[in-house]
Structure formats: structure tokens, C-alpha cells
């Protein structure tokens, strides 16, 4: 793993854990989901620096803007997912602080 990504293994593991119906998913992405967009992130720049290469057939060049579309629209899910991970923290630590003290 490069940069806490997750390898090809370990997503198509998960692919299966998510495919097979009894895994709980909100648990499973709690715990997943910041090594998923890190591997985002990695593809993002590796298909980006694969688009900058001149010698890149338009065909290939093609199907890396498509591919590079489809991780954006995965990082923003994952951004999205762990901002609402974040604003369920924070009400969830409010609700557990005592309240003030009056006297």
C-alpha cells in the first residue's frame, strides 16, 4: 500500500464484504472510507499524470478522462460521507457533555 491506499485485494475484499448483504455498510464505511479516498486521491493523480503524457493514444486518452470523471465523482461521495461522519461526532459529543452548571 502506497500512502495508506488500499490495494487491488484488499477493494475487491471489500467489493465482496459489501456484495454478500450482512455486513453492516455504515460500519464498514465508518471504517473504510478515509483509506478508500486516499486510493481516490492516488488514482486521481496517477490517471492524471497518465493524461499528460504525449506519447498517450487518443483512444487511451479517452477512456483516462472518463476513468478520471468517475473519481471525481468518488471523492466527492467520500468527502461528502466524511463530513456527515464529522457533524455526527460533534452532536454526538454534545449530546454526551454534562450539562452547565448553574449556581
Known sequence: MANGTLSIEQLE???RLLG??????????DHNIEAF??????AIF???????SPRIPLR???ELESQLEA???YMELADRYIARQS?????ALAFRSPPPRIH
Do not use: C, H, K
Open 13 to 15: 475484499e471489500g467489493l
Open 20 to 29: 454478500r448483504g450482512d455486513t453492516d455498510q455504515n460500519a464498514f464505511w
Open 37 to 42: 479516498r486516499q486510493t481516490v486521491l492516488f
Open 46 to 52: 496517477e490517471t492524471s499524470e497518465a493524461l499528460l
Open 60 to 62: 487511451w486518452s479517452v
Open 71 to 73: 473519481l471525481i465523482q
Open 87 to 91: 457533524a455526527n461526532r460533534a452532536r
